[in-house]
């Protein structure tokens, strides 16, 4: 407490304590809002109470009530201008100083108060505004509460020892025994709170209850009181802290003053300065409600109705107190549940709406239906989606067939598309086709709901575009603006994945207003618009309205749509590169997932959480979410899931850098969207990423077709992100068709524009190829600049995979970089078509020998065309002949090529006929000086300098030196400065001194000591 709240001006925290009932908690929560106080901090206090919880807005008015004007909070405003004005507020009071929100009993928050302060709390992320907090963990909700949960720190209050506790207990009651006081602090089992208690009953010549637990000894307490006392302590747990005129005039003609003070002497219920009267501790109103009958409560209800004057408060009252059919009373209740659901408070409006559906007459099936759909909608909003789902299916079980049915299929289809398709239909099937305007406007919305649901969700593009056209024609011509915005989103959204564009549609569905919103709780135009703009490659557009849906979903505290917002939120921070974003996103709408127990939501959100683990190259996670989306497609008929697994598989086997099972899985991905008719490439992004892998696995063939597929589908598309891609796409393949010029032009243009679009992620893999084409190219210093940026990204990321495939790049760039891969993270090489004519039989001859002796022939290098051996030796011999026509030449040009590609050696060197060999230089213009001469007579011996033929290779030297007339040198595998080189095995004559060079060769390596030099070596 005492560090928190030296924080408070510099860093301040969010801290909860948290510990079961009685523990301590509000104790040092006490201290710490003193010592904030002491501080200089502005604190503003909140104590709920369990009933707290039907008390909208009760705990902002506590908090604001002695620090600013609120007269706000008493009007009835949507809780999003609520929350902005508490954000308003908060940065008001923390620009003069610090400032602490202090809650005692976080769960106990009402909606509205919990759902503002989330609102609130995650914009102040610069401003001097701190949480101190407690929660329960005894509790049935067993949560800090879904609206301040994040970035907060949990410190556990746990049991005290029991030496600690006997001295609070002999503090406490001095006049008890010591057996007494060891008795009572085992019984406690380390709770103070609970100690105390039992040391009183002791105090007063009791026994303790024999539940052992707080509320037993408080029960116990309660017993004690008179009964006009215990029925105003009654009263306060049904209302919850309450002015004393109110009480007052609920309790009937009694002395107020003599009725309070056998409370306040019993240290059950304290006074505020403000004449607000409180219990002393919450677990005091948990035990009064706890002992309590369901009469008895009822009776209270009735009278705190006629004594308060907040209409949304009586209401409240009345709904609990009245057991008889009231039209009146249900009519008031229903009223007063929207004025709630508007201003935030879904848990609440839902449980109103059950009493108004209860107090309506059995005759009026309209009103009753209409309640229960609301009820369920709030259910859904509030999050209990089972709750809700059960509502309707004992709707649909007692209603017969007809339009109240077909509205509440409607409903249903909404919250779960399991079995929605055949609810759509029969629906259709039971509204009359009798020329109504009634059952038609019916029947063109269960249209429009199967048209997206059929083209959106399950697949089947073309057939759900013929519903949603005629939904719209019939929405346009009725005037309704639910069912057009429902219908042109649909329809807009259906014709883009058919690669036929239909731009004014999504902006007509916009404009619908924000009745749009609150009609449908899935229908949000906006999110299809966004997700159109992710897939063209206008990305700040897609994201601007994905925060936006997020925002106005938190804000009108529709709980159910969270975990579907941010679904669509971690696509587009997946998009930006932004992967522990998107794993935040992804892990809070798990959460709020499982809060509402929304199977539908998790599926969702195991499309981009799957992505971030694949690409992170956490196998199991991704491919237990690639399991979850086959399941659902498998039950439900949504074939696109199908396609979003086989994707998920492809990026972890591509983080792997198992290029060719990547292809499969992205091919098996493309073979399921070509079954649909999808015809825009980024709707599942697989085609692009197939194409690169392609590239990887050295699939010639493979790249052309996939390329062709994206011209096609690309044609007329106007998206400039499938531009980008189709360019990136012709690199590719210019590059395994050695045009490194033409290759390098095309993948910059596309690496260029995918940065400028902010496609972060695509951006990073087309430098891999813009690196690799520029090293083709011979172009050193652009590929070093763009091989770090690109490393740099993935590092950043976190990326794997790729992240390898930059560094071998940028290592062949450094001039230290190794040309065989790491057999720990699988081989890759640059592409290059497996097709190339192999410019020497004795390079693949070689290969061969080594494949069969381990070396797995993906870590070996391609050999290159246009790059044949360079003439070494007297008179300019060619073929990397050291000597005119010696072995050991043609041994140490072999030793080049395996150990780093085809050896390109420099220009030849005149020398004397006598002489046997000359050295081999690296690849550089030949230099206008005299050449050096070899003095060492003819027979003596021959020195040899072997290297990566491709520039920047960064193999360095291999120096050697044979005696003339020796045999082959004896090949194995050497590591030189980090670099695996693979060393052709010969047969040596002398296998002893062949050994001692290979030793040699080893240890110096291993000891950083290269080049190596000697007369025998």
């Not at 029991?162 to 019984?187: F, K, M, Q, Y």
């Not at 807009?492 to 549609?505: C, F, I, N």
């Not at 709780?521 to 997020?550: I, K, S």
Request: net charge positive; with cysteine; hydrophobic share 45%.
């Amino acid at each position: 407490m005492d560090a928190f709240a030296d924080r408070v001006r510099t860093r301040p925290g969010r801290l909860v304590l948290v510990g079961e009932a009685g523990i301590g908690k509000t104790t040092l929560w006490a201290y710490g809002v003193e010592r904030c106080r002491a501080a200089g901090a502005r604190v503003l206090v909140t104590q709920p109470t369990e009933d707290d919880r039907d008390s909208p807005g009760q705990g902002l008015l506590d908090l604001f009530d002695r620090h600013t004007e609120t007269s706000a909070l008493g009007a009835d405003l949507p809780l999003v201008e609520r929350s902005r004005w508490v954000l308003r507020e908060l940065r008001a009071l923390a620009a003069v100083g610090p400032v602490v929100l202090a809650v005692d009993d976080l769960p106990w928050l009402d909606d509205v108060t919990a759902r503002t302060l989330r609102f609130a709390v995650r914009r102040l992320a610069d401003e001097p505004v701190a949480l101190l907090g407690t929660a329960r963990t005894w509790d049935a909700d067993n949560r800090i509460g879904p609206s301040l949960d994040r970035d907060v720190d949990l410190l556990d209050v746990v049991a005290l020892p029991a030496l600690t506790l006997r001295r609070i207990v002999a503090g406490a009651a001095p006049t008890l025994s010591t057996a007494a006081v060891a008795e009572v602090a085992d019984l406690a089992h380390g709770n103070p709170f609970f100690a105390l208690e039992l040391a009183r009953a002791r105090r007063l010549g009791t026994r303790p209850a024999g539940e052992g637990s707080p509320l037993a000894a408080l029960r116990r307490r309660l017993a004690g009181l008179p009964p006009d006392t215990l029925h105003l302590v009654r009263l306060l747990a049904v209302a919850g802290p309450s002015p004393l005129r109110v009480l007052a005039a609920a309790s009937g003609p009694v002395r107020l003053d003599d009725v309070l003070r056998p409370a306040l002497e019993a240290d059950v219920v304290t006074v505020e300065h403000d004449f607000v009267l409180r219990f002393t501790h919450a677990l005091v109103a948990t035990a009064v409600l706890s002992g309590m009958h369901a009469l008895d409560t009822q009776r209270l209800h009735a009278a705190l109705a006629d004594a308060v004057t907040d209409p949304d408060a009586r209401a409240v009252h009345r709904a609990r107190a009245s057991d008889a059919v009231d039209a009146v009373v249900a009519a008031e209740v229903e009223a007063a549940a929207l004025r709630l659901a508007r201003r935030g408070a879904p848990r609440l409006a839902a449980d109103l709406l059950g009493h108004a559906a209860r107090l309506t007459p059995p005759d009026d099936v309209a009103a009753s239906v209409r309640r229960t759909l609301a009820r369920m909608m709030q259910c859904a909003a509030a999050g209990d989606l089972p709750t809700a789902l059960t509502l309707a299916d004992a709707l649909l079980d007692d209603l017969e067939p007809g339009p109240l049915r077909a509205e509440v299929v409607t409903c249903r289809v909404v919250l779960d598309f399991t079995g929605a398709e055949a609810f759509l239909r029969a629906a259709l099937d039971e509204v009359p086709d009798d020329g109504t305007s009634a059952h038609a406007c019916l029947r063109v919305r269960l249209r429009g709901l199967l048209g997206w649901l059929l083209a959106i969700h399950l697949g089947r593009v073309d057939e759900g575009l013929t519903h949603a056209r005629a939904a719209l024609e019939a929405g346009r011509a009725h005037g309704d603006a639910v069912l057009v915005a429902q219908a042109a989103s649909a329809v807009s959204t259906a014709s883009l994945l058919l690669g036929r564009r239909q731009p004014d549609l999504v902006e007509e569905a916009a404009a619908g207003g924000p009745e749009v919103v609150r009609s449908q709780l899935a229908l949000w135009p906006q999110v299809l618009r966004g997700r159109e703009q992710l897939w063209d490659g206008h990305l700040v557009q897609a994201r601007t309205a994905f925060d936006e849906t997020y925002r106005r979903a938190v804000g009108n505290g529709a709980e159910f749509q969270r975990p579907y917002r941010l679904a669509d939120l971690a696509q587009a921070l997946l998009a930006a590169g932004d992967l522990d974003a998107a794993a935040r996103a992804v892990a809070e709408g798990e959460e709020a997932a499982r809060d509402s127990r929304d199977e539908r939501a998790l599926c969702w959100l195991a499309y981009p959480g799957g992505l971030v683990a694949g690409l992170r190259g956490d196998v199991a996670p991704a491919l237990a979410h690639a399991d979850r989306l086959d399941a659902r497609a498998a039950r439900t008929g949504e074939r696109p899931r199908h396609a979003m697994a086989a994707h998920l598989r492809g990026v972890v086997a591509a983080a792997g850098r198992d290029w060719d099972t990547a292809l499969g899985e992205l091919e098996a991905g493309l073979a399921v969207l070509d079954s649909l008719g999808y015809a825009h490439p980024g709707a599942v992004p697989v085609l692009p990423q197939a194409i690169q892998v392609a590239s990887l696995a050295h699939r010639t063939d493979r790249v052309g077709h996939l390329r062709e597929r994206l011209r096609a589908q690309s044609a007329g598309l106007g998206s400039p992100w499938a531009d980008a891609q189709l360019l990136a796409a012709d690199g590719q393949l210019m590059l395994l068709r050695d045009e490194p010029a033409a290759a390098l032009d095309a993948l910059t243009r596309s690496h260029a524009a995918l940065d400028r679009l902010g496609y972060r992620l695509d951006a990073a893999r087309t430098g891999c190829f813009v690196v690799a084409a520029a090293l083709r190219a011979g172009r050193r210093r652009a590929a070093r600049e763009v091989g770090e940026r690109v490393l740099a990204a993935f590092v950043d990321m976190g990326v794997c995979g790729w992240d390898g495939v930059a560094r071998e790049l940028l290592g062949r760039v450094r001039g230290g970089g190794r040309r065989r891969a790491d057999p720990d993270r699988g081989g890759d090489r640059v592409p290059r078509d497996r097709g190339a004519a192999q410019p020497r039989d004795r390079l693949a001859d070689v290969r061969q020998r080594v494949h069969r002796r381990g070396a797995p022939h993906s870590h070996l290098p391609q050999a290159r065309a246009p790059e044949p051996c360079g003439a070494v030796g007297a008179r300019g011999g060619t073929g990397g002949a050291v000597g005119a026509r010696g072995r050991t030449g043609r041994a140490v040009g072999d030793l080049a090529a395996v150990a780093g590609g085809p050896c390109r050696a420099g220009p030849s060197v005149p020398t004397r006929p006598s002489c046997v060999g000359a050295r081999m230089t690296p690849h550089r213009p030949p230099r206008a000086r005299r050449p050096r001469r070899h003095r060492k007579p003819a027979g003596t011996g021959v020195t040899g300098s072997v290297r990566a033929a491709e520039p920047g290779d960064g193999l360095g030297h291999l120096p050697l030196r044979v005696r003339a007339g020796q045999p082959r040198e004896v090949v194995r595998e050497v590591d030189l400065r980090g670099v695996l080189v693979v060393v052709r095995q010969q047969v040596l004559a002398d296998p002893d001194r062949g050994d001692a060079v290979v030793a040699r060769v080893r240890h110096a390596c291993l000891h950083g000591r290269a080049p190596i030099t000697g007369r025998r070596c």
